[in-house]
């Protein structure tokens, strides 16, 4: 079954340079091909589509109706009474038109991109990496999916319940325009499920040992901190309950992104014949203490060593050195 998702008209080692820019290319068009099949349906349904995209906004209306009433709030007496989207533009109905084809067109294109993405790189990786290729790339659709659902059933309604709440504090009728609610709907949605492949980024860096497992869980303190800046910028939340609740979710992936990491790091050192944990490397070998600073390590002998010079109170005396006998017609022997 993988090799039927991966494989090619052509082995990739027989495949020039300029081939592989033409493989790239056609998967480049297939995906911008399907995204533009997604867009123009959504544009054939343009009436479908934006009741689709207004859901969280009556869900806001009428926290009753959401499959996540437990999660939102009463709504204020300014954002019930609230009639119909208003656009004030003719460019206005157009920008609705595409942020709707945009979202649906994303949608449909995302399985397709991450299958031409494992077609592409698949001839690369060696037998033990395939097999779990598609495993992360199911889970990188899952992931994206799951935000993007959490952003349209949760977060989208609360932040309108907060936003119309602080507009009635400050004495102010909102008007809310089409193309800014459906552009906030869109994006709040894309990047909310782009924000949830994070732990997969750091299960990348991982596995071309860029930075270690250990090293990552050290610096907790650090991530917990980046992510929930991370959440208040991309998700516009006030209320405390919902930046925890994010934040606990996104830090639960980055907790689980290190243990599946610690796992695929120490399979893949152990299958190449190194030590199973990366922080083993610092540690010296046992013969490198014997060495020098020049890295000659001396030979060890298990005899004893015997004396070079004689003990005190012995007769032994040095032997002259004999010299040659001298040769032929040398005279200076008669000196």
């Known amino acids: 079954m993988l090799s039927t998702l991966i494989r090619r ?52 209306k ?51 991109f991450l299958y031409e993405t494992a077609r592409f790189v698949g001839p690369a990786l060696t037998d033990r990496e395939k097999s779990g290729l598609v495993p992360f790339c199911g889970a990188a659709l899952v992931l994206f999916l799951l935000g993007a659902a959490l952003a349209f059933y949760w977060l989208s309604p609360m932040s309108i319940q907060i936003w119309q709440h602080f507009a009635e ?29 994070f732990p997969l980024a750091l299960i990348i860096l991982m596995w071309l040992e860029l930075v270690r497992p250990k090293t990552l869980l050290k610096s907790w303190r650090g991530m917990l901190v980046g ?11 006030a209320e405390p309950i919902s930046l925890i609740v994010m934040t606990g979710v996104l830090f639960g992936f980055y907790l ?34 014997d060495r020098g600073d020049d890295g000659y390590r001396p030979a060890r002998s ?6 070079s010079t004689p003990a005190l109170g012995s007769s032994a005396t040095s032997k002259p050195k004999s010299t040659p006998p001298p040769a032929e017609g040398d005279l200076s022997s008669l000196d």
């Open 256 to 289: 689980a992104a290190v243990g599946v990491g610690t796992v695929i790091v120490r399979r893949k050192r152990v299958a190449r014949g190194d030590k199973p944990n990366p922080e083993d490397d610092d540690l010296p070998d046992d013969d490198e203490d």
């Open 227 to 237: 992510i929930m800046l991370l959440v208040a910028l991309i998700t516009p939340i």
């Open 169 to 197: 504090g400050m004495k102010m009728e909102v008007t809310w325009q089409a193309s800014d609610y459906y552009a906030f709907v869109v994006m709040m949605c894309l990047l909310t499920g782009l924000t949830f492949q």
């Open 9 to 60: 008209n052509k082995s990739r080692s027989e495949m020039s340079f300029l081939e592989h820019l033409d493989d790239l290319r056609i998967s480049l068009i297939r995906v911008v091909t399907v995204f533009a099949i997604g867009m123009v349906a959504a544009l054939i349904f343009y009436q479908e589509t934006p009741v689709l995209l207004s859901l969280p906004l009556e869900w806001a």
């Open 302 to 307: 298990t005899d004893p060593v015997t004396p």
């Open 62 to 112: 009428h926290p009753e109706t959401s499959p996540m009433a437990f999660a939102l709030s009463e709504p204020g007496p300014g954002l019930v009474n609230m009639g119909e989207l208003k656009e004030f533009t003719f460019m206005g109905v157009w920008k609705v038109l595409m942020y709707a084809a945009f979202g649906v067109g994303v949608a449909v294109a995302s399985p397709v």
